[in-house]
């Protein structure tokens, strides 16, 4: 599956256009993560487990929408648009959303 942010893939004509696809992930931050990534933050550095948690959620979102994008028949999907929201009572969550559209090339 070719997976891009871009609107074209270089050589390869959209043939057909399959619809738009997306993936959402919602994932809340336990509260050690929240403990030691506040002590970073005074202390600086980078929050290892938080950027752990987004790169999971990305992925997942990404997986997302390769599977729905295959279940329509697709072999790309282009436009990919990924946004971040923080969700909930005092930001205990993050939501990942991606979506794009599914597409045969030529």
Do not use: H, W
């Amino acid at each position: 599956m070719i997976m891009s942010t871009t609107t074209a893939i270089e050589g390869r004509p959209v043939r057909e256009y399959l619809g738009i696809v997306t993936g959402e992930v919602i994932v809340g931050a336990n509260i050690f993560k929240d403990l030691f990534a506040s002590v970073r933050d005074i202390v600086g550095g980078r929050s290892g487990s938080y950027e752990s948690t987004l790169r999971d959620a990305r992925k997942t979102s990404l997986d997302e929408i390769a599977q729905e994008a295959l279940s329509l028949g697709a072999d790309a999907v282009i436009g990919i648009d990924l946004d971040y929201e923080v969700l909930g009572q005092g930001g205990s969550m993050l939501m990942v959303t991606a979506s794009g559209t599914a597409v045969k090339l030529g």
